[in-house]
T-cell receptor, first 119, second 115 residues
Framework: AQTVTQSQPEMSVQEAETVTLSCTYDTSESNYYLFWYKQPPSRQMILVIRQEAYKQQNATENRFSVNFQKAAKSFSLKISDSQLGDTAMYFCAFMKHDAGGTSYGKLTFGQGTILTVHP | NAGVTQTPKFQVLKTGQSMTLQCAQDMNHNSMYWYRQDPGMGLRLIYYSASEGTTDKGEVPNGYNVSRLNKREFSLRLESAAPSQTSVYFC??????????????FGPGTRLLVL
């Protein structure tokens, strides 16, 4: 079984600054995907970014980027130029797949980090 | 497209009562999921339906049943609610469970309080 750990229950940042959210995971699997989801006060889970573990290049999506360290089993999320709308709970998640890339469809989530962006 | 919709948004039950949480998606997705979210914990998978006509247990299925009514709809039933089932419930869908580069899309959640 795999576990996902987010060690920062809460974080805060000033608008326009950069913040990094941490995530570590433990697995014996070789093939997997990693995700960051955002959950604003509306409660809807929104996919922020996804990383395929077999790719060495870190994923980026506009102001969001990851630092993926496979050997250390670390997957942090960097938010640049933070905006008030980034205030939300952020979840790190893990999904294993087979050697051909076919996933098993089951997400394992971390506990979440509440991020507050201050004006 | 509305995406994934859930009803109700909020419900209060007494211990022993039953209820059904409804979920529908309009993205023509084949796979659907039910999760629960408890304070201090990540989402945990209750049941899933890889395709229409199939359902399987997830990590925490006890006390729940599901029905994949058709391709669009996937309901979660609590036959005899218990206070331990107080939680926020999320429905999700994806194009096809197991597909390469699969992404799950989540609904807004149903907050359930069992007294």
């Amino acid at each position: 079984a795999q576990t996902v750990t987010q060690s920062q229950p809460e974080m805060s940042v000033q608008e326009a600054e950069t913040v990094t959210l941490s995530c570590t995971y433990d697995t014996s699997e070789s093939n997997y995907y990693l995700f960051w989801y955002k959950q604003p006060p509306s409660r809807q889970m929104i996919l922020v970014i996804r990383q395929e573990a077999y790719k060495q290049q870190n994923a980026t999506e506009n102001r969001f980027s990851v630092n993926f360290q496979k050997a250390a089993k670390s997957f942090s999320l960097k938010i640049s130029d933070s905006q008030l709308g980034d205030t939300a709970m952020y979840f790190c998640a893990f999904m294993k797949h087979d050697a051909g890339g076919t996933s098993y469809g089951k997400l394992t989530f971390g506990q979440g980090t509440i991020l507050t962006v201050h004006p | 497209n509305a995406g994934v919709t859930q009803t109700p948004k909020f419900q209060v039950l007494k211990t022993g009562q039953s209820m059904t949480l409804q979920c529908a998606q309009d993205m023509n997705h084949n796979s659907m999921y039910w999760y629960r979210q408890d304070p201090g914990m990540g989402l945990r998978l209750i049941y899933y339906s890889a395709s229409e006509g199939t359902t399987d247990k997830g990590e925490v299925p006890n006390g729940y049943n599901v029905s994949r009514l058709n391709k669009r709809e996937f309901s979660l039933r609590l036959e005899s609610a218990a206070p331990s089932q107080t939680s926020v419930y999320f429905c999700a869908s994806s194009h096809l469970m197991g597909m390469v580069r699969e992404t799950q899309y989540f609904g807004p959640g149903t907050r359930l309080l069992v007294l």
